[in-house]
C-alpha cells in the first residue's frame, strides 16, 4: 500500500491522540471530512491501525512493579518455541512478549502488584514445564520515556 504524507499524517496524529474527534483529524490534515474519513477507513481496512485505546497511569490507580525478564527456554525446537508464546498468552501480568535473536530467546515485560507476586507467577512458570530454563530480571526504577509512538519521520526519511 503506497502511502502519501496525509496518511502519514493521520497516523502520526492518531498514535499520540487516538480519541481525537474526526473533524478535528480532518482539520489537522488539511481535509475535509469526508476524505478523511476515507483515508482513516483505509488504513484500518490495510490493517495499519489495529485499535484505538486507553493509555492508562497505572502509578495512580493501584502499587504494581513493571519488570523486564530476558528469557532462555531449554529446547530450540519450533515445538518448544510454540509451546512457551502459548503459555505466555495466557498470563495477563505478561503485557509485552517479544522473540529475540541473540543471547536469550523473549523478552516479556511483566506488571504485578509487587515483586512477591512476581517471583510467584516466576516460580508457576518455572513449574508448568513451559520451557522456561532460565530467567533473568530487571525490575523497572522509573519510566524514562514510555510513549511508544513510533518514529514516522526517521521511518519514512530518504536515505
Not at 476524505?35 to 484505538?52: H, N, Q, S, T, V
Not at 515445538?79 to 517479544?98: H, K, M, N, P, Y
Amino acid at each position: 500500500m503506497q502511502l502519501d504524507q496525509r496518511d502519514l499524517e493521520i497516523l502520526r496524529i492518531l498514535s499520540r491522540e487516538g480519541r481525537i474527534t474526526k473533524a478535528a483529524l480532518a482539520d489537522r490534515i488539511g481535509l475535509s471530512p469526508t476524505p478523511c474519513w476515507d483515508r482513516l477507513k483505509k488504513l484500518e481496512r490495510a490493517g495499519l491501525i489495529e485499535g484505538y485505546r486507553a493509555q492508562i497511569n497505572l502509578k495512580k490507580l493501584a502499587p504494581h512493579v513493571t519488570v523486564f525478564v530476558a528469557a532462555q527456554i531449554a529446547d530450540h525446537t519450533a515445538a518448544s518455541f510454540r509451546t512457551f508464546e502459548a503459555a505466555i498468552q495466557t498470563l495477563d501480568e505478561v503485557i509485552g512478549c517479544w522473540a529475540l535473536g541473540g543471547g536469550y530467546d523473549y523478552l516479556l515485560q511483566i506488571v504485578t502488584c509487587d515483586i512477591d507476586s512476581y517471583q510467584r507467577l516466576i516460580d508457576a512458570m518455572l513449574e508448568s514445564r513451559i520451557g522456561l530454563s532460565q530467567y533473568f530480571t530487571y525490575v523497572v526504577t522509573k519510566p524514562v520515556k514510555s510513549e511508544g509512538v513510533p518514529p514516522f519521520a526517521a521511518l519514512f526519511s530518504s536515505k
